[in-house]
């Protein structure tokens, strides 16, 4: 067997893809938005036993790019969701020491959401238990591309060689400049696919995927995951 290196059992960054809140809902006889409602419960669970296992960093893929196109009723229904959740919880989240963070296009969320989030950003900066970070208007592709630009821009300006550019320039430039590559993704709902979500930084992320529903999935779900995890071989290319 080959020998297990020396990766720490417990991921320091783990990301979600939480599917499945609309066929949950169709499952128990209810509109769309209860469904997401539901999965409420989730993100708090989940958050709650990310601290509890050591997870430093938790990235939960909320509102994709590609979301904008759901018919408006859903897309305001999961806005004032939003809203909702990030005032409710803020003192809760300053008592557990979550530092709030978002990535994506926060300028296409709407003026009142990206007013609480920022404040809700603001007042939990200093929190240092975990990084909560919320993917919102978030696309992989479109960040890749924003990059770019900016680095053409820099190119432009004379402040970088074209032969200077390394990847660690291109990581750099996206909005997860400061936040380590997630050790594990997971999926919920058993989608097989990706969904524009962190391609860069997924590279070497062990992938995870339970048919679990995201408002089903609790901190008992979690746990199986972090365990699967812990018997992955990461070799990252070596032997
Ligand atoms: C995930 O649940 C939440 C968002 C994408 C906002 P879905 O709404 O995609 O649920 P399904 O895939 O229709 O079951
Ligand atoms: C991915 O789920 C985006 C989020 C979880 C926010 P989708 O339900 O939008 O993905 P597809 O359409 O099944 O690929
Ligand atoms: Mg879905």
Redesign the pocket.
């Known amino acids: 067997m080959a020998k297990k290196s020396a990766i720490p059992q417990i991921p320091r960054h783990v990301a979600i893809?939480?599917?499945g809140n609309g066929r949950w809902a169709h499952q128990h006889h209810l509109p769309r938005l209860s469904g997401h409602e539901a999965g409420r419960k989730s993100v708090k669970e989940v958050a709650q036993a990310a601290i509890h296992h050591g997870v430093r960093y938790l990235t939960l893929?909320?509102?994709?790019v590609?979301?904008w196109q759901r018919p408006r009723d859903e897309v305001q229904g999961l806005m004032s969701l939003l809203r909702g959740v990030i005032r409710e919880e803020l003192n809760e989240m300053g008592r557990e020491g979550i530092r709030l963070r978002t990535i994506g296009r926060r300028q296409d969320l709407p003026d009142v959401v990206r007013e609480e989030l920022e404040a809700a950003i603001e007042k939990t900066k200093g929190n240092t238990k975990l990084d909560l970070i919320l993917a919102l208007s978030y696309g992989s592709r479109v960040e890749i591309t924003e990059a770019i630009q900016s680095i053409a821009n820099e190119v432009k300006a004379g402040r970088l060689d074209p032969e200077q550019i390394k990847e660690e320039t291109v990581t750099a430039h996206l909005y997860t400049r400061d936040i380590p590559d997630p050790d594990l993704l997971i999926r919920t709902s058993g989608?097989m696919?990706i969904?524009n979500f962190m391609l860069w930084q997924i590279s070497y992320a062990e992938i995870y995927v339970t048919p679990v529903l995201w408002p089903d999935f609790g901190k008992e779900e979690f746990a199986k995951a972090l365990a699967d995890y812990a018997g992955r071989d990461r070799r990252f290319g070596g032997i």
């Not at 893929?61 to 994709?64: D, E, G, K, N, R």
Request: no cysteine; charged share 35%.
């Open positions: 893809i939480m599917d893929y909320a509102f994709s590609e979301n989608e696919r969904s």
